[in-house]
């Protein structure tokens, strides 16, 4: 992956490769995903500093060791989590530099700066197993097409390495009848060896030495061979290997050298391969599978999580954007003419009508005769937002999902910027709000909140007030589609999934514009009241939470403050003051049987102390305590008729909770 700053991401780890080991970067990328390469340089390593800590990062590992990685470790802000995945075998410790390195892996290990490290070599392995800290780690590679017929034999080992056996291989391949050497550019000491012997060889580029061969050779004792290996097998190519700590069976029998020193071993196995090569990638298939299997098995052990899957599904268009219509006759044509005019190639629109009873479905039928390419209608019984989010999703044809309320607009950049981004594979695009009032006077709403956005630009988002809103985001359909969950139909639905698809959500673009133009109208659901139907979504969404434990990569008790515990005072807690005084006890019952321990949760956690002690107004703090001492008690009927006889409650607001930090 690039080390992009204009993309914020949110990673349970990262893998950092030195940029020496790119031979080595495809099968570990491969393995572990979230891999970037450091260049040998310092202003390389100021850049993974800065990539690092303005993402949600959680685990940090290293392929060996560097000086450079104390740097990084040292120039990070938040705590996290060091993992060492070593590459070198047991043998290679003869090396004084690879056993320097061995050295202080161990120390770094012992004094707990590294939290553990994986393993690849067998032999190293057997000699750290028993430490707690060690894993076993099996590398592996993707299935590739399978290469072209040839007489040429590739020579993967580096021709200048006295570790390995490259002089013997090409010895080997003089005896072979009407077979050409592929090698990388000659030294001086390879032409003279090849011009006395006068072995048939090509020169090819580094990156083709493996391709389109009849027969690849990797014959060393001190260097892990498996990504070679396993290239060169899954393009059908039979590898005679040295050092082998995986093949077992007959594979080990046919294609593992005993000894790097007797050609006519190496001249035996090329034979055996070239004529049973049907019958060596058949046990092939059957090996990789459960090496497939084991891989994946050890590599989630060490990671401590599970490894995301790449999404392969194609889709229809890039964007479906869904429309909900309810008796919106006043404003639908000044919605769908801004969706129209922001509309890009690759893009549907399904207006969905939930039933409505004045003449908005006249006014799309209109729509969907003069752009029948563009609009899809879809008629349903009422059932509200939630309802109307659910058919849309299973409707969609696009990539990823944009919703627009039918009573609001869209600016005709939001679209055509975010595309770039979309086909990117980026899973979400997010902007700002232009909040529009009757007056027609606006203001900005940000997307992340600028409290936190120097500290963790992942974090601003999630814990923005308008997080849960589905209507400015462009959201990847195959995350929602992962979720196996429905929006709930019920007021105030966004609350009920999108928090999770943020938790899920990997690569996110922010665009800092108000793109999405939110028309705040005095009649409007969010304006109204509307306690019992909050209390029913943060039972849901605490629910879905622990259900979805793995995909939180973030302190869930931060994330329950900001996403519970103003939308508890705004629409929970303040309605105690505005009911008749014959509702008072059944809805503080209604509230203490749905989620008395999700509001307990939130008082007493260390976020809404900290906001409550930063408070400067002391009457409200004193209030606040009162009532919240009462609700832990179950006695907060007599604190709230009390206060509201007196009038002297306090509210807390959004910007209070916020204003803390």
């Known amino acids: 992956m690039e080390k992009k700053l204009d993309i914020i991401y949110n990673l349970k780890y990262l893998v950092i490769i030195p940029i020496g080991y790119k031979d080595m970067f495809e099968s570990i990328n491969y393995t572990f995903n979230n891999t970037i390469i450091m260049e040998n340089n310092i202003e390389d390593v100021n850049l993974i500093i800065k990539f690092i800590n303005q993402n949600n990062i959680k685990d940090i590992i290293f392929v060996d060791y560097l000086p450079d990685y104390t740097l990084i470790m040292n120039g990070l802000l938040e705590k996290h989590d060091y993992k060492i995945l070593y590459t070198k075998t047991l043998a290679s410790l003869s090396n004084i530099g690879y056993y320097d390195m061995y050295k202080t892996i161990l120390e770094l290990l012992n ?28 590398l592996n590679l993707g299935e590739q097409e399978e290469a072209e017929e040839s007489n040429t034999i590739g020579l993967l080992n580096i021709q200048d390495n006295d570790y390995h056996s490259f002089y013997n291989e090409l010895s080997a391949i003089k005896l072979c009848q009407d077979k050409i050497a592929k090698i990388r550019k000659p030294g001086p000491t390879t032409k003279e060896f090849i011009n006395c012997f006068k072995v048939p060889t090509i020169v090819e580029k580094e990156e083709e030495i493996i391709n389109n061969n009849c027969l690849n050779l990797n014959i060393n004792f001190t260097e892990i061979c498996t990504h070679n290996f396993l290239k060169s097998m899954n393009q059908s190519i039979p590898c005679i290997i040295g050092n082998n700590s995986f093949l077992t069976g007959d594979l080990e029998k046919y294609l593992v050298v005993n000894s790097d020193d007797n050609i006519d071993e190496i001249k035996e196995k090329i034979d055996y391969a070239l004529k049973n090569k049907d019958k060596i990638m058949k046990l092939y298939q059957s090996f990789k599978k459960e090496y497939d299997k084991k891989s994946n098995e050890l590599v989630e052990e060490f990671l401590g999580c599970k490894k995301e899957q790449n999404e392969k599904k194609d889709y229809e268009k890039l964007i479906s954007v869904i429309v909900p219509v309810y008796n919106v006759e006043k404003y639908l044509e000044k919605s769908l003419n801004s969706i129209i005019k922001a509309s890009i190639d690759d893009m549907e629109i399904l207006i969905i009508n939930d039933g409505s009873t004045d003449n908005s479905e006249d006014i799309i039928k209109k729509y969907e005769n003069n752009y029948p390419k563009l609009i899809r209608y879809i008629k349903k019984k009422n059932g509200g937002l939630g309802s109307v989010r659910n058919v849309g999703l299973k409707e969609a044809k696009g990539k990823y999902i944009a919703s627009i309320d039918s009573d609001d ?55 923005s007030t308008i997080m849960p809103s589905t209507c400015n985001k462009i959201m990847k359909k195959s995350i929602l589609d ?32 108000p793109y999405y133009e939110y028309y705040l109208r005095s009649g409007s659901l969010m304006r109204s009241s509307a306690g019992y139907s909050m209390i029913n979504i943060i039972k849901e969404l605490n629910k879905r939470l622990e259900d979805n434990k793995e995909i939180i990569n973030v302190d869930i008790n931060k994330f329950k403050y900001y996403t519970y515990s103003w939308r508890i005072e705004e629409y929970i807690m303040n309605q105690l003051y505005t009911l008749d005084d014959s509702e008072i006890s059944e809805y503080i019952k209604y509230i ?31 209030y606040i305590k009162k009532r919240n001492n009462s609700f832990k008690n179950k006695e907060i009927e007599k604190v709230i008729i009390d206060a509201r006889k007196k009038k002297n409650y306090q509210k807390i607001t959004p910007p209070i909770i916020y204003n803390c930090y």
């Open 111 to 138: 004094n707990n700066t590294i939290k553990s490290i994986g393993v690849l070599d067998e032999s190293m392995f057997e000699v750290m197993k028993n430490t707690d800290k060690a894993t076993k780690i099996y």
């Open 409 to 463: 607009t869209i600016n005709p950049n939001f679209f055509i910027e975010a595309e770039k981004y979309l086909k990117e594979d980026i899973d979400l695009v997010i902007c700002d709000w232009l909040s529009i009032n009757e007056d027609k006077t606006s203001f900005e709403t940000a997307a992340i909140e600028w409290v936190l956005k120097d500290k963790n630009k992942y974090e601003g988002l999630l814990y």
């Open 482 to 513: 992962s979720l196996n969950l429905k929006y709930v139909e019920d007021k105030y639905e966004d609350l009920s999934l999108n928090p999770l698809f943020m938790l899920k959500a990997k690569t996110i673009k922010y665009i800092n514009k």
């Open 592 to 622: 203490i049987d749905n989620i008395y321990d999700i509001c307990m949760g939130v008082f007493e956690s260390s976020f809404y102390k900290n906001m409550l002690e930063t408070l400067k107004n002391e009457e409200m703090k004193k």
